[in-house]
């Protein structure tokens, strides 16, 4: 048997028969040629971890299509503004109680005497009252609307706040540890002894009355920041002390210490070697965060500690959609309806981003 | 050696798994035999195998995802193949298992006298008080100080060391034909891997019990076994006794792992000694021999597939799966005077 | 184990106080307008507003205005300016319906939650599993009020097989009709729970299960059952335990709120919502106070339960 050239060996597939005479020659190979190429049957392969996370995910196509669905409903939100001028012709805090409209060729009342708005009208009023009136006259669909808008608005940014802010804190409370520590922990520790309903309606009854005012700056009591900030305050104690466990649990990694060695300042090891490993976990309780602001505003704004009226939001329609429960069921079943759809794809959707990222394996493959 | 009835005897076992990426071929023809107070040493990198063909043994692999083939039998039941029930008997009773970190393997919020309590009681119908005093005994046998007072201890109040020694008496404490121990001191100081070692020969001497030892460090095996079955890619590719394996290996992997351990009476290397590459994905291994893409001295017939069989007529029970004749192997695996490896000291790795 | 108790209550104590002057902070002093005036609420004549104002110490320093809350909250002498209720009053009127309907919820969503938990963990990955897992998903995303609106309604008021809201108490109806008009509050604030706590527990005993000290107990030899209960059962539910504490108290704290007012309980929750509508102050400070109180005190007793049962613990 001639020499074989060492590319031949390097297929998978059986070589064609040659001798099998064993007391061939045997060639000499140059080890490090059986290295450079991937060998006879693959050497166990490696792949970074956001990788096969993207992979599992895209592998989860129910989550994948709630994750659809809450993109959906957030693009449904914003085209707020493109109904309201284009179909509906009104705005969402405009009240039409005195008026009339024709609706195949009769003449109607927007709100009757007796104080019942008038219902769903569908395609029959071109675009105006689609689901009826509520009891000021206003367009429910262009409430809807802009509710979700403002529901949803409320809920990203109060998220961003919180992940920003638990992050933050987390991590100067993890790194830092000792006194700086202590002081955040005991913050903690204080609002978490506050049930967040409460705490929520706490802030929102002291602030919605007379606005914030920090010097620095100040909101106006009925601005839709106030709820932002509110939910978005309440929300760090769930998240900061996992980033803070998780903290200090990677401080002890040798990459650290590694960062420190070569000199890095705590700053630039905190946010540059640190940062990135906690990106899982945020990116975990994130969806979730999303779905527990967008709750907690609909909770708030139904008491009416949240936003304040005539600015629509989820939560407010439900308020007062239940006092008209028995003779305009859908103004309180739609609102509910749109805001456990959101709650739940971002829920369904979080789930899958955490089975992505922190898999169980499902064979344990010992030694 | 007269061959009398093993006390374990291993044929042609094999393990799939199915996995979300393919059928994982964890063990891949694997035989061997364990005469009554034997100790087998199986050695092996990770993913050889070596830990799914222990606990296949105790039917702990078992699962909706896996597939056994062959047949392991213990005496007369075949643990492959057994009910629930018949494992159940024989678990704790005629082979027991110790596995490699005492920390997480006995539960924290049971005293470690009611662990082993419990196990006493599974198989024997023994008074609380009875099984207690035995419980004691065993922990002064295996060297726990105090034991009558730390009987009523928690896990979390011992150290690594005395956890596994905890271990030890528990699998021990229904006087097994046959330990299973997986990695028992990976998990621990050097210095405590003596003791615990110390511990085991002691069992052997004792109670004549038979031991499965499966660990990475030859240096371990050299101390306390008879026999070693070198695994690797889910197979067996070396089995012998001792001194067969140590100074007449066959198979260019076992020369790799000889070949790897720093010795104290040699020259200090000029590069740490290693086998070149990684081993292959138990999805899709090579054809013939596993070993092949890092085997410097493969050859033409080395995609045939290799039996385990012995091919050295004056070592019987010395099996090997290389094809390479046994005068070349004897010659090429010394790279230098006196010393075994795979390849040359100081090549490009 | 003692010196373990004293700790926690000492931290209790700290954090109680913590707490009171944070409450103070966010309606005393945080709000931007003249807290005379918030705490007056509306229709109230300005010579009402200036004794409110000497009353309460807003003409003050700080320390002093703390004092004076306070001592008004604890001695229940805090009153509603514009209806001269006695808020400290009002909250005990409606405490035991509060209670009635948090405790019942509380043991609904425990029995439900555990069942279900184990029940999808045993049957993982087959279709009864994800079916449990939707629906328990579902109502965690459904938001309290609305549904609880919504079986109030159609179960309540059109289909009448329940009441249509309102609290019965004992003397009133017997123990029947108050079981009667609390079932279906009992129901709906336990969905929200009842969710979160078969997954808790699902993926609590899917955890245990591949514990190594398991793998341990099944190599002795034990049998299956016994396995799954002193192993499995015993270490996986210590979580859920302090977890239906914590939302225990949360449940009074936070669901309750919304559950009552939909249904016409007349507890502490309702009177806070009306409070809030009706921007009266000095109520949602007390509740506010006494809520917070109450979850503190409660938590600590948790904590030293959960420390009975994992001796782990014990050595924090």
Known sequence: MAALPAGSLFFEKPLMATSSDPATTIPDQDPSEILTEPGGGKPAAGTGPWRLAGRRLRRNKVALAFGALFVLLVLVALS?????????????????????????????????????????????????????????????????????????????????????????????????????????????????????????????????????????????????????????????????????????????????????AQGASDWRIMFKELLPNLLSTILVFFP???????????????????????????????????????????????????????????????????????PRAKVRLEH | MTQSQPLLDVQHLKVDFRTEDGVVHAVDDVSFQVQPGEVLAVVGESGSGKSVTAMTLMGLTRSPNAKFGGSAKLRDLDLVGATDEQLRKVRGKEIAMIFQDPMTSLNPVHRIGAQIVEQIQAHEDVSDAEARDRVVKLLERVGIPRAAERVDSYPHEFSGGMRQRVMIAMAMSNDPSLLIADEPTTALDVTIQAQILHEMRDLRERSNTAIILVTHDLGVVADIADRIAVMYSGRIVETGTLDEIFYDPQHPYTWGLLGSITRIDRERPKRLPSIPGSPPSLLAAPEGCHFRPRCRHEFGDCVKYPQLEGRIPESPGHDDRCWLPVEEKRKRREIAPGQIGLEMEGATA | MVTFVIRRLVAMVFVLFMVSVLTFLIFNVIPNSDPAVQMAGKNVTPQVVEQIRKEWGFDQNIVVQYGKTMQKVFTGELISYN??????????????????????????????????????????????????????????????????????????????????????????????????????????????????????????????????????????????????????????LIPVVTLWGLDFSLAIGGGAILTETVFDLQGIGQYLAESIRRLDVPPVLAITLFGAFFIVIFNTLIDIVYAFLDPRIRLQ
């Open chain 1, 80 to 260: 707020a503004p493109l109904f309201a001028n284009h179909v509906a012709d009104t705005g969402p805090n405009t009240n039409h109680l005195s008026d009339v409209i024709t609706i195949d060729g009769e003449q109607k009342n927007v709100v009757e005497f007796d104080g019942v708005p008038i219902g769903p009208q569908g395609l029959a009023a071109d675009g105006r009252f689609v689901l009826g009136a509520d009891r000021n006259g206003r367009d429910v669909m262009v409430r809807l609307l802009y509710g979700a808008r403002n529901s949803l608005f409320i809920g990203i940014t109060a998220s961003i706040i919180t992940a920003v802010l638990a992050v933050f804190l987390g991590l100067l409370a993890g790194y830092f540890r000792g006194w700086v520590d202590a002081v955040i922990s005991r913050g903690l520790d204080i609002l978490w002894a506050f049930p967040v309903l409460l705490l929520g309606i706490a802030l929102g009854v002291s602030l919605s009355l007379g606005g914030l005012d920090l010097g620095i700056f100040s909101i106006e009591g009925n601005s839709l920041w106030i709820p932002t900030l509110i939910i978005g305050l309440v929300g760090i104690v769930y998240l900061a002390r996992p980033i803070r466990g998780q903290v200090l649990s990677l401080r002890e990694k040798e990459f650290v210490e590694a960062a420190r």
């Open chain 1, 288 to 358: 979730v965060l999303v779905a527990n602001a967008v709750s907690l505003e609909a909770a708030l704004s139904f008491l009416g500690a949240g936003v304040q009226p005539p600015e629509p939001s989820w939560g407010t329609m439900l308020g007062e959609g239940i006092d008209l429960l028995i003779s305009a069921p859908h103004l309180t079943i739609v609102p509910g309806a749109m805001l456990t759809l959101t709650v739940l794809s971002l829920n369904v959707f979080g789930d899958g981003v955490r089975d992505a990222l922190d």
């Open chain 3, 83 to 236: 209806n001269r209720v006695n808020v400290v009053e009002e909250i005990k009127r409606g405490a035991p319906r509060t209670f009635s309907l948090a405790i019942g919820a509380a043991l609904t969503w425990l029995v439900i939650g555990v069942a279900l938990g184990l029940f999808t963990a045993v049957r993982a990955g087959k279709w009864s599993d994800s079916l449990v897992t939707v629906l328990a998903l579902i109502g965690i995303s459904m938001p309290v009020f609305w549904l609880g609106a919504l079986a109030s309604y159609y179960l309540g008021y059109k289909a009448g097989i329940f009441p249509n809201g309102g609290y019965e108490t004992f003397s009133e109806g017997g123990i029947g009709g108050w079981v009667q008009h609390l079932i279906l509050p009992w129901v709906v604030l336990a969905t929200l729970f009842i969710g979160v706590y078969s997954r808790v527990v699902r993926s609590s005993v899917l955890d245990t299960i591949n514990d190594d000290y398991v793998r341990t107990a099944r190599a002795k030899g034990l049998s299956e059952r016994r396995v799954l209960v002193k192993h499995v059962l015993r270490n996986s």
